[in-house]
């Protein structure tokens, strides 16, 4: 009952930030703004919203195959349908709730291909990390070929930061942080240990070596080519989404590369904060404050945001619906046939 009140508590903190940060764009807009944002939506191209949307089933189909390719030193090898599916409900069940999506997919995954739901779960772990090191590598990429303008502005916010006693972090904080986390994995190991008798902790034990078999499935893997290139294509695929939501609207036509792959890096650090409905709100502020940079009006930098995040929520409820109704009547027509080596 806690854990459902605190995900509950959870879930409106960040859809009351979410309602916030578009209050907080909305605010200053004047009359003389509103017909900005008017015009721009007016002018825009809406025919480049199914190369948009076409960049993201290919990169949702690249992330299947990586996925499966994951589950092969597991000795498991659904077929790519159903994994594919599985992805696309994925991504739309986190509009409703944040992180939804991951257990789910997994959940329909077990379902349809007999895959054990615990070592689906190491291997989403292992794809949320190669994930967390590209999104690295695209902001050390954004800030190389960017040093003067991102720098400056990276350098003034860290500014702002550290020179407030309210949000500065002490390093007596830190040390305490520290050595609360190590006595929180003491703890579990030694309960582990002490407890291995009792049937719950067996349990447990039981999907932690699960996680930690899907985890280090990575080290096995036969196609590590495959896996590389799927993941250098993901995100390809991201940042020409992003390039053609640019040549969408007249006003952002003339951006490129460059500038879309800070779009890319801001969207993707707001897609991180928990936030319901895909990041409303919080993607759209973040892609507004990137443009700002580039010398976009800020009325039309929350325009472009809009359309962005209008683009992928759009989709992401379109392609899940469409799985969801897809997956029972594939499975129906054709026998699961789940190959274990």
């Not at 992003?242 to 707001?270: C, D, H, R």
């Amino acid at each position: 009952m806690n854990k459902k009140i605190l995900s509950i508590l959870q879930y409106l903190l960040f859809l009351g930030l979410s309602i916030f940060l578009v209050w907080w764009s909305m605010r200053k807009i004047t009359d003389q703004g509103w017909e900005d944002i008017k015009n721009a939506f007016r002018n825009a191209n809406y025919l480049l919203i199914i190369p948009v949307m076409v960049t993201l089933l290919l990169s949702h189909y690249s992330r299947a195959l990586r996925w499966k390719i994951l589950m092969e030193p597991m000795g498991y090898k659904p077929r790519v349908s159903n994994t594919y599916m599985a992805v696309l409900v994925g991504y739309m069940a986190n509009l409703a709730v944040p992180r939804l999506g991951e257990v789910l997919k997994c959940t329909i995954l077990a379902r349809y291909e007999k895959v054990p739901a615990d070592k689906l779960v190491g291997t989403i772990v292992a794809e949320r990390a190669f994930d967390v090191l590209c999104l690295v590598l695209v902001i050390l990429i954004t800030f190389l070929t960017q040093a003067d303008l991102i720098g400056g502005y990276i350098r003034d916010t860290l500014n702002t930061i550290f020179n407030s006693k309210a949000s500065s972090l002490s390093a007596s904080k830190i040390i305490m942080l520290l050595a609360i986390v190590i006595l929180g994995i003491t703890a579990v190991v030694v309960a582990f240990k002490k407890f291995s008798h009792i049937r719950f902790i067996q349990k447990i034990k039981t999907i932690f070596e699960g996680i930690w078999h899907g985890i280090t499935s990575v080290r096995y893997l036969k196609k590590k080519g495959w896996f590389i290139f799927h993941t250098i294509f993901i995100w390809s695929m991201y940042l020409l989404s992003v390039q053609i939501g640019f040549w969408a609207m007249k006003e952002t036509a003339v951006y490129t590369i460059p500038n879309a792959l800070s779009v890319l890096t801001m969207g993707s650090l707001a897609m991180i904060v928990p936030a319901p409905g895909g990041g409303i709100g919080v993607y759209a502020w973040f892609v507004q404050n990137t443009m700002l940079i580039y010398g976009l009006k800020e009325t039309l930098g929350f325009a472009f945001g809009q359309l962005m995040w209008s683009v992928q929520f759009f989709f992401s409820i379109i392609s899940g619906f469409i799985a969801l109704i897809l997956l029972p009547y594939f499975n129906k027509r054709t026998p699961v046939i789940n190959e274990k080596s």
